[in-house]
């Protein structure tokens, strides 16, 4: 990874009087922090060093954090919700906060209900929560975890 960051240091340098944009978008409105999402070490340089702006959404909502909570990136969202005071609350374009797109990861969802006091009630524009996104996946071990520590009320209905 530490190439890669050499490689996109002298990128964002100012060659011949051409700087490249950092809010340049590919056709999922990503910017390349989004893209860079899986390595921390890029992640903090585009942050601190080119000032690129972690709430910048793709065309779906998605921030860097929605993107970092979908791939279990702990490290990342760590970085991203301690350092930068990122808002938990954010919603992509369906309602659904970090929490909802975390789902398939058992140690992030600790970490944002546990440390974070993520509200595991908050619904998305269908009215889901968290449980009926892991119950929709099958995702045992994130129900159990809910219901057994959190004692969520399985009456609990959505909009459907």
Known sequence: SQGLLDVLKCMFMNINHHILDKQYRDKNGQTVL??????????KYLINECDCDIMTP???????????AREGLLDVMKY????HHYNLM???DK?????????????VVKYLINECDCDI?????????????????GLLDVMKYL?????????TTNNK
């Open 34 to 43: 989004h893209c860079a999402i899986k390595h921390i070490d890029v992640v």
């Open 95 to 107: 309602g659904e906060t970090a929490l909802h797109l975390a789902v398939k990861h058992i140690d």
């Open 121 to 137: 009630m908050t619904r998305d524009k269908y009215g889901n929560t968290f449980l009926h996104h892991a119950a929709s996946e």
């Open 90 to 92: 954010t919603t992509n």
């Open 80 to 83: 991203l919700i301690n350092t």
């Open 147 to 155: 219901i057994n520590t959190h004692h969520y009320n399985l009456m």
């Open 58 to 68: 793709d065309k779906y909502g998605n921030t860097v954090l929605h993107h970092a």
